[in-house]
């Protein structure tokens, strides 16, 4: 064997070169000498197959007539044994017969005359090994492919393990309470209200002040029961929103993760539809966040096409988000919350629905909140936010107390610390809420 070796990388390719005259192995080496693939040489086709159980070949190149195993066995046999090696046959005569057999039997991609064309010859070498390179990277791809679509079907069965576990843990509770609907709601209610970056007590306050907007609306009974239950289900959805997703405000997502987020009233229905009992608090659920002009989500309805226990929920969800923390750094007054409904009134809110609210002469109780916390790293800290917890070192050094409110020199500070020192502490904040213009 004789290897003609480069300092180029192996991936331009390795071409075997067999033929019994020597003189034309010499002349093939002074061909490709310059060349950037990597070159070995038989002078036998039983050489030339000993070679290939050593090493891997892209390309053979094989003269036709040669005593023992001619190039018609040998490439025969290159096919059989190495199917994805590229296979040349060089020819100096003109049998057509053998020509067409080698092509049959041993799948040659081309075949070259000698005396040869030096530049034709190297070309032709150069697409071959091409041929080789595309096809390996297809095979890569092919692999990455395959790697990438066991890890998704991975993902997706835990996925589903976690819904299935979540679902399996409501229908128990369901079916424990299917005999009292009522208590079933206020018990899956608080139980909601338990998931971490959600509001404890939000809902009922919601679903108090829709309970007097009904009532001032002369709402029946069965309709005000409805509209009370999709109060207090209303984040419902919600529970299936990743940590990351549910923990932002909606103002501050995009992209994918705000598709995502806007997913939650649609996902609220979903769950309850095969419960009898809460079909029209589901579909209630569901248009929690249409707006009064067609620009909200998730069906952009408009006007009385949006159902008027919707309509309900929206504005008092709103009224109540906007006296407490959990739409605003500086909550609002009940005076200037009604003022900011009244001024939004026809577009973002039923007029009717706040005049109702306005008729209700409700002050609201915070008493009973809890501050909206998420964890964050050292990367996402922003001046405002307020420490849920004391943040401390890994090695337990105080840093800042617990109620500490972060300024930008704190935020900088804490970010070089964070990048310096590789921390990995978590910290607990309770997120600036976003103000409006009431």
């Keep these: 064997m004789d290897l003609t070796s480069n300092?180029?990388?192996?991936?331009?390719?390795?071409?075997?070169?067999?033929?019994?005259?020597?003189?034309?192995?010499?002349?093939?080496?002074?061909?490709?000498?310059?060349?950037?693939?990597?070159?070995?040489?038989?002078?036998s086709g039983a050489e030339a197959l000993e070679i290939m159980k050593r090493e891997t070949v892209d390309l053979v190149v094989s003269d036709m007539r040669m005593p023992e195993m001619s190039g018609h066995e040998f490439l025969a046999r290159v096919k059989q044994q190495y199917p994805d090696t590229v296979r040349y046959l060089l020819t100096g005569q003109s049998d057509l017969e053998s020509t067409v057999s080698a092509l049959n039997d041993g799948g040659i991609s081309r075949f070259i005359h000698k005396p040869w064309d030096d530049e034709k010859f190297i070309d032709a070498?150069?697409?071959?090994?091409?041929?080789?390179?595309?096809?390996?990277?297809?095979?890569?791809?092919?692999?990455?492919?395959?790697?990438?679509?066991?890890?998704?079907?991975?993902?997706?069965?835990?996925?589903?393990d976690r819904v299935l576990a979540r679902t399996k843990m409501l229908r128990r509770a369901m079916r424990q309470l299917e005999t009292?609907?009522?208590?079933?709601?206020?018990?899956?209610?608080?139980?909601?209200?338990?998931?971490?970056?959600?509001?404890?007590?939000?809902?009922?306050?919601?679903?108090?002040?829709?309970?007097?907007?009904?009532?001032?609306?002369?709402?029946?009974n069965?309709?005000?029961?409805?509209?009370?239950?999709?109060?207090?289900?209303?984040?419902?959805?919600?529970?299936?929103?990743?940590?990351?997703?549910?923990?932002?405000?909606?103002?501050?997502?995009?992209?994918?993760?705000?598709?995502?987020?806007?997913?939650?009233?649609?996902?609220?229905?979903?769950?309850?539809?095969?419960?009898?009992a809460l079909e029209k608090a589901a579909q209630l659920i569901r248009h929690q966040n249409e707006h009064f002009d067609g620009s909200g989500y998730p069906d952009r309805l408009m006007a009385q096409k949006i159902p008027l226990g919707s309509r309900i929920l929206f504005a008092c969800k709103e009224f109540i988000g906007i006296q407490t923390e959990y739409m605003r750094a500086t909550p609002l007054s009940s005076e200037d919350a009604l003022n900011h409904l009244r001024k939004n009134?026809?577009?973002?809110?039923?007029?009717?629905?706040?005049?109702?609210i306005a008729q209700t002469q409700y002050t609201l109780d915070v008493s009973s909140l809890a501050p909206m916390e998420r964890i964050v790293s050292y990367r996402d800290l922003a001046p405002g936010m307020v420490l849920n917890r004391d943040l401390v070192t890994d090695r337990g050094i105080l840093l800042i107390s617990r109620g500490g409110v972060l300024t930008r020199t704190m935020v900088e500070?804490?970010?070089?610390?964070?990048?310096?020192?590789?921390?990995?502490?978590?910290?607990?904040?309770?997120?600036?809420?976003?103000?409006?213009?009431?």
């Design 125 to 160: 070498l150069k697409d071959g090994l091409r041929v080789v390179r595309l096809e390996r990277d297809n095979q890569r791809l092919m692999i990455t492919t395959r790697e990438q679509a066991e890890s998704l079907k991975r993902l997706n069965a835990e996925l589903e």
């Design 345 to 356: 009134a026809g577009s973002r809110y039923d007029p009717v629905v706040v005049e109702a």
């Design 222 to 276: 069965s309709e005000r029961k409805h509209v009370f239950y999709a109060a207090l289900l209303h984040e419902l959805g919600k529970l299936t929103l990743p940590d990351d997703v549910l923990g932002r405000s909606e103002i501050r997502l995009t992209g994918r993760d705000l598709e995502e987020y806007r997913q939650y009233p649609v996902i609220g229905e979903l769950s309850l539809t095969s419960i009898k």
């Design 180 to 220: 009292s609907y009522d208590a079933f709601v206020k018990t899956f209610s608080y139980f909601i209200s338990q998931r971490e970056h959600l509001i404890k007590g939000q809902s009922q306050l919601v679903a108090d002040l829709c309970a007097r907007v009904c009532e001032q609306l002369q709402l029946d």
């Design 413 to 438: 500070r804490l970010r070089r610390l964070g990048a310096e020192d590789n921390l990995r502490t978590p910290i607990h904040i309770i997120e600036p809420a976003v103000e409006e213009n009431a």
């Design 7 to 43: 300092q180029e990388p192996w991936d331009a390719g390795r071409v075997l070169f067999v033929d019994d005259e020597q003189p034309i192995l010499n002349s093939l080496k002074r061909l490709t000498r310059k060349q950037s693939f990597q070159c070995l040489f038989a002078s």
